[in-house]
């Protein structure tokens, strides 16, 4: 059997998306902030995007850096985010909320996921902060998301792959687990037979140097941008191929 994996970029900025799309992904989650991890892209990037890219777009509901902890208000924000996400014509959300405890905050998530019908939802690496995991993957399976994604509670998807195998074993066809943080075209096999998982999360992330020919050099301003490498990403795509052809034979 021909396995199907399936690639995520996360891209920070249009032109990283459009690299994404041509270098082959199948998903684009659409992000601002990268040095905060990851928030809410603006109004007018998520509709640019939609009108440009064929493939799957999931743009992240954060609406600030730091913890997963949100107040009442920052909830609000977040469903009228979803709200303009499902009228721009997106193909879902990314989201993620925990209670002071460490646990998902399931109540909030279901509302969210309700609003967010009939989009997609992914929770995001909210995950690798809660206290247990594998409660989590038990209320987020409830909250009726469709995918987690996961560096295994460690700061890289390597680092974490033993937890993510037992996650992936654990959702048995649930919901798919997703691993993300530190994948690169030359360890994406190796997830592949430590994790069992068939989707992956990159940014394939690299510094592009600002274009400007006058730089106030008092400034000392590091003006260079986060892209996603087309390049690597082709790489990726390249294993996966290779990997789902000799699952096959």
């Known amino acids: 059997m021909i396995m199907n994996y399936g690639l995520e970029i996360c891209a920070f ?34 509709r640019t995007a939609r009108d440009l890219l064929q493939i799957q777009l999931y743009p992240i509901i954060r609406p600030r850096e730091g913890d997963f902890l ?3 208000e920052e909830f609000r924000i977040m469903l009228r ?9 997106c193909n879902g959300v990314v989201i993620g909320m925990l209670l ?32 247990n995991p594998f409660e989590a993957l038990e209320t987020i399976i409830r909250i009726g998301c469709e995918r987690i994604l996961t560096s295994g509670q460690r700061p890289t998807a390597m680092e974490g792959a033993v937890l ?10 649930r919901i798919a687990i997703m691993p993300g943080s530190g994948v690169r075209s030359a360890n994406i096999a190796a997830l592949i037979q430590k994790t069992g998982a068939t989707e992956f999360h990159t940014s394939a992330r690299v510094r592009e140097s600002s274009r400007m020919e006058f730089v106030n050099g008092p400034m000392q301003e590091d003006q260079s941008v986060a892209m996603a490498s087309e390049e690597e990403i082709r790489l990726i795509k390249e294993v996966l191929t290779s990997e789902a052809l000799t699952s096959a034979s």
């Open 164 to 173: 993510i195998d037992e996650l992936v074993r654990e959702a048995d066809g």
């Open 100 to 131: 002071a405890d460490g646990s998902v905050d399931q109540q909030r998530c279901t509302r969210l996921v309700e609003a967010a019908y009939p989009m997609g939802v992914t929770f995001h690496r909210a995950f690798d902060r809660s206290a």
């Open 13 to 46: 900025n249009l032109s990283s998306a459009m690299a994404a799309q041509r270098a082959g992904a199948d998903r684009i989650e659409l992000c601002a902030g990268p040095e905060e991890g990851g928030l809410t892209p603006s109004a007018g990037l998520i």
């Open 81 to 89: 985010d979803i709200d303009m996400c499902k009228q721009t014509g």
């Open 70 to 72: 949100y107040s009442d």
